[in-house]
């Protein structure tokens, strides 16, 4: 590897680390990987794939300089062409010639879209695969070693903007349910106060309020400290 290409490597990376640390969405920075990585990689082609867990199948999320028509009907089934393999066996997969090799599903796709060589590389948390990044190129290329373990870095760090967005909504979620909890706790206490009832007649009310409102309990029980408050 040259001193030049070592140097766009790293600055790759660091770009996909600053993205990985900023406040973009995670569509926004799974486009910005594929984007790096082509650019990087000189690809005609790359993209990614997440595992929908619910649906055991394979949905493309993000790619760069990818025909329409590939993006509006993709999903793979798991164990199902060269993404499932490389899901499976939990590592790279390198083809010099993508029409040439029997495992490789699009043919008609490769030669619309001028695609020869590739390199599939499994997102890893952990030991458990989340995605896989597809690397095309529009003539023969042999991936070097170097070119992989940068390959596998841009992977690994995709895996962990997924797992970081995953877990941001998670805790918001836990976040929003105890606040709602709190505000419903509270104003039972106001209802059990203010109409001389049991905490389980409170909480009925509440909940009747609900469905009969169609909003949910924590809005109903701001509704009922807002207008507790007013009235002192």
Known sequence: MSEANYEEYLSTLNKISEAITSELYLEDILKL??????????????NLWLFDEKNQEFNIKATHLMHQEYLNKKTIKLNEGI???VAKEKKPRIILDVLK??????????????????????MMIKDKVI????????????F?????????????QAAVAIEKTALIIE?????????????????????MEERKIS????FSLIRKFSMDKRISMKEIAEAIILSSEIGK
Do not use: F
């Open 101 to 122: 090799d029997k495992g490789y599903k699009e043919r008609e796709l490769a030669q619309k879209e001028g695609l020869v060589s590739m390199a599939s590389i499994p």
């Open 83 to 85: 993404v499932g393999w």
């Open 131 to 142: 995605g896989v990044l597809n690397v095309y190129t529009n003539k023969p290329h042999k």
């Open 171 to 191: 805790t918001k979620i836990i976040q929003e349910e105890l606040e709602a909890r709190k505000k419903i706790e509270r104003a039972k206490g106001i209802l």
């Open 33 to 46: 990987i594929v984007t790096l990585t082509a650019n990087v990689m000189e690809a005609s082609n790359c």
């Open 144 to 156: 070097t070693p170097a070119e992989v373990t940068l390959l596998n870095t841009i992977a690994n």
């Open 199 to 202: 905490e389980s007649e409170a």
